[in-house]
């Protein structure tokens, strides 16, 4: 808790979607969390105006990138990592529970032997507990699943990204009814983050404004505790599952999952076809 990182936000309004630069303070060294690439989806067209701003922000403040971090396959936008990547170096790390995303899709989307389910179009992948360093910080990465099976929480120095597994206090808890998530799992992911220390900075990856307040992404693990909506309070498992059992039924389908998870499962890389055309499928009926 003694390491202070420096936290800049990037607020993508298409998808509602908080992406990070997260720097040491004692070298020029920095991650970016999460980044997101535009998509059109009547269109089919995509567009790298989120990425260039995190890439002019890097440049700018003359950083070098050594990590460019998935907290999970996001199911309502494209990654941004192997743009970024070209732009600037730095390795994709994802959790490696993967594996079993891969595996999911590559059956959803009925993926050629081509498609590797072995997590190789990544650069890393983090296994519970893992540490790196970027620069002189440590960081770890949690396994938080529920929301999805390779979700992590990454914790640097006083800065959790928490991913999905929390929104903030007045936002509540993703879903985790996507293939292979799990509301009971979801819970006791939250309790892992809950037990970090009170004043824990915590960011979020998504936040909608509930209630028409403005946009915010930053909160404590304190505050989770006392005013999480659906956790807060010390609300029970069982209760928490029927709860978050029920809403999800009502929720309908990102707009991006599908060109998300197909690109997301390659660690942003679009798929092409035998042409060698940039192409996604559209599966029926199949979530
Ligand atoms: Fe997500």
Sequence with gaps: MDLHPDVTAFFDAESNTISYVVRDPASTACAVIDPVLDMDH?????AHDSADRIIAHVRNAGLTLEWIIETHVHADHLSAAPYIQEKLGGQIGIGEKILVVQETFGKIFNEGTEFQRDGSQFDRLFADGDSYQIGNMQAFAMHTPGHTPACMVHVIGDASFVGDTLFMPDGGSARADFPGGDAGELYDSIQKVLALP???????????GPNGRDIRWETTVGEEKRHNIHVGGGRSREDFIAFRTKRDASLSMPKLILPSLQVNMRAGEVPRDAEGRAMLKLPINAL
């Design 42 to 46: 009547a269109a089919g067209r995509i």
């Design 198 to 208: 009170e004043q824990m900075r915590l960011f979020m990856c998504h936040d909608y």
